[in-house]
């Protein structure tokens, strides 16, 4: 029997192989294709079957993250989005609000995640969005920055503060996370002009003025401890981003590898310079090591493993920095045939450089890292 994803793999690169190139120059993503992928549950493959998805595990996910990765990492953003807004749903909603959202994630509606503000990005406790309840719905005044994929979204799934209106009994601060329709009265999405990479992907600042949306939208009840919330959202994110990551230094170590098999210097291929040959090396150390931290990163989820958040920490941050420097590497290998805007290796370079930027930057990353040592030590 052919296996399911080696089957998809091969099926998306059909649809997306070709035209990365041409999205990446315009800046935008076909609107249908996006939905076709989402209505076949393929942009957010561990959702459960009941749902509507693939019921993929980590480490099945995380393969198929790497091919679309290796092809096109706007798809690949809008495809972490997309995850991440499920596993939101599935881990904070109730059973009802899994029921209500997550088939219309399986079915083609597509999704973004906003945490990020102006004055909130390593440091979200600093996070100003402010969500209250009147009666049966609730009010988010606020604003979020730099949300992928948030210019075709139908669902925005929002983190906020809960403001608690001391009028009605039980209520508490805390944060919150709003199930928020793109096209509910008082959102307002403008597209973040020029991104370094990723361009397709859909980039978005939202206002917020006085938008309401029923209480049944706020997942899992407000008042949740921060941490836990913005961590578990995160933990998918990061996950994605490091496969996607691993996807992004296979396609540059194609790239390389073949130019210095078939481009000749001093009457040789590239390859049999030493130096050359050196490069190429590392580059493969870089997949190899990426792949592997992976793996267990994956391994730890489908375990269940207490080690899985850490491993997931660490997978995003070898992988993203591998892949901001392998693609330099192969940049370098490529010299001038690279060095347009356009190809492969010169995308790779602009997209890798943003992966050590999100799901918590290399320094965050790095801090957390230190907080565990420290920690275990203690
Ligand atoms: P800052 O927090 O201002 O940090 C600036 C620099 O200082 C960084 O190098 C950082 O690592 C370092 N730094 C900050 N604090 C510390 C510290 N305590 N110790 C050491 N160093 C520190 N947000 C969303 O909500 N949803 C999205 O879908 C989303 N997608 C994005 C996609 C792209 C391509 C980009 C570029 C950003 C996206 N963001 C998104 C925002 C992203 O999460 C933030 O950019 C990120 O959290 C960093 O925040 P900042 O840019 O405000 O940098």
Redesign the pocket.
Known sequence: MTDPISFASTEITGLIAGDAEEWDRTAALPLDLLRKLGADGRLCGQVPATYGGWGLDSAANGAYTAHVGSLCSSVR?VMT?QGMAAWTVERFGTPEQRSDFLPLLTGGELA?????ERG????LAAMSTRVRRDGDTVVLDGH???????HYADLLVLFGMFEDDGDSEGQEEGAVAVVVPASTRGVRIDRVPD?L??RA?G?ADITLDDVRVPLTHVLGGAALPLPLLVTTALAYGRMSVAWGSVGILRGCLTAAARHATVREQFGVPLGEHQLVARHLAELLVAEQTATRVCEHASRCWDEGSPDQVMATVLAKHISAGNAARGAATAVQVLASAGARDSHLVARAYRDAK?ME????????CQ?MLARHVLGSAA
């Open positions: 953003s989005s973004a995640v906003g945490f990020s909130a990005g390593s440091d979020k920055v730099w949300v992928t994929a948030a991104p990479g990723c992907a980039h943003l930027i999100i799901e918590g930057s290399n320094e965050i801090l």
